[in-house]
C-alpha cells in the first residue's frame, strides 16, 4: 500500500512538472520529447510510441521512444498499430509522403528475434473533441499495467493535449503576424519548416510560382504535379 501511495505521489510531482514544462515550448516535437523523458519514471514501457497530427498543413509527427536495444521488426509493427487505432478513434488517415519518423533513446536492433511485448496501454490525443494524435506504451511484462497506469496516461493524455492546443494557437498568430507583414511586398516570399514544408507564402510569390492558378493553395504538392 505504502508503495502505491509513493508511486500515486511521484505521478502527481511528474504531471506538474510536465505541466510547467510543456508551457514554454515553441515545438510539436519539444512537447513529445518532455513526454517520454518524464513518463518512464511513472509508467513502465520499453517502447513508447506518440503520433501527433498538429492540422492539414503540416505532416504528421512518428516518435518512437526505446529504453532498450528495440528490433526494427518491433518498430515498424508498432508504427503500423499507432495508425490504425488513430483511424480507430476518429483520426485521419495519414499517407507516407505526410509522415515524418524519428526513432530516439537507444539504438535500433537488426539482429537476433524481435521482442515479445505482452503489456499495451493507449490513449487517444484530443482537441476540443477532434483526435490528433495517440500516446502508446508497449511492456515486455505481462500485466505490467494497472487502472493507475492507465488514469495517469489519461491525465497526461489531456496535458499533452493542452500543450498543442496552446502551441498550434500560438503559432497560428504568429503567421498571421507574418503573412500581413509579407502580403503587400513586391518580392515574393516562401517560408518553409524544418522538414521543408511550405508554411507561408505571399501573394507576389503565388503569382510567380501559380501564375494559371489563384485560388489553390500553394503546397510543394502543388507545385510538383
Not at 208 to 215: A, H, N, Q, Y
Request: hydrophobic share 40%; aromatic share 4%.
Amino acid at each position: 500500500m505504502m508503495h502505491d501511495l509513493r508511486r500515486r505521489l511521484k505521478a502527481l510531482e511528474v504531471l506538474n512538472s510536465l505541466s510547467n514544462k510543456t508551457a514554454f515550448t515553441h515545438r510539436f516535437d519539444d512537447i513529445i520529447t518532455i513526454i517520454m523523458h518524464n513518463l518512464e519514471e511513472i509508467v513502465p514501457f520499453e517502447l513508447g510510441v506518440t503520433l501527433m497530427v498538429p492540422d492539414e498543413d503540416r505532416p504528421a509527427n512518428l516518435t518512437l521512444y526505446c529504453r532498450q536495444p528495440i528490433h526494427e521488426a518491433n518498430l515498424l509493427k508498432a508504427k503500423y498499430e499507432i495508425i490504425e487505432q488513430l483511424q480507430q478513434h476518429g483520426g485521419p488517415s495519414i499517407s507516407e509522403d505526410k509522415l515524418v519518423v524519428r526513432v530516439s533513446g537507444s539504438q535500433i536492433e537488426s539482429r537476433g528475434s524481435p521482442l515479445n511485448f505482452e503489456s499495451f496501454l493507449s490513449v487517444p490525443l484530443r482537441i476540443e473533441g477532434t483526435t490528433v494524435g495517440m500516446l502508446y506504451l508497449l511492456s515486455g511484462e505481462n500485466g505490467a499495467y494497472s487502472d493507475d497506469d492507465r488514469i495517469v496516461l489519461d491525465i497526461l493524455a489531456n496535458q499533452t493535449s493542452e500543450s498543442v492546443r496552446r502551441l498550434k494557437a500560438m503559432l497560428s498568430r504568429e503567421q498571421r503576424k507574418i503573412g500581413q507583414l509579407l502580403s503587400d511586398m513586391q518580392d515574393g516570399v516562401v517560408m518553409f519548416d524544418e522538414q521543408g514544408h511550405i508554411i507561408l507564402a505571399n501573394r507576389r510569390a503565388h503569382r510567380l510560382l501559380l501564375p494559371d492558378d489563384s485560388t489553390s493553395p500553394l503546397t510543394l504538392k502543388r507545385l510538383n504535379e
